[in-house]
């Protein structure tokens, strides 16, 4: 069984299209869209973890070994 958080639900769309960082890369060719689509993604996931905010709807599963003590839930809610 696995700790911590899983996620569950990816979000449905990214910050950036693909045409969008194309022309801002001026690339004209589709031979490099997978490479682009997944810099897009990365780039997406360091923002997410430098801001600690989820930019789109994700949906997320905390599975834990045992129930916190009041003072572990507390902790979780204050941290920064």
Do not use: C, N, W
């Amino acid at each position: 069984m696995t700790f911590g958080l899983q996620l569950i639900t990816a979000p449905e769309s990214e910050p950036v299209s693909l045409e969008q960082s194309k022309t801002h890369l001026r690339v004209d060719y589709p031979d490099d869209d997978s490479y682009i689509l997944a810099l897009i993604s990365a780039a997406r996931e360091v923002v997410e973890g430098k801001l600690r905010r989820a930019v789109f709807e994700q949906t997320y599963q905390l599975t834990l070994d045992q129930f916190p003590y009041p003072t572990e839930i507390l902790a979780l809610q204050h941290r920064e």
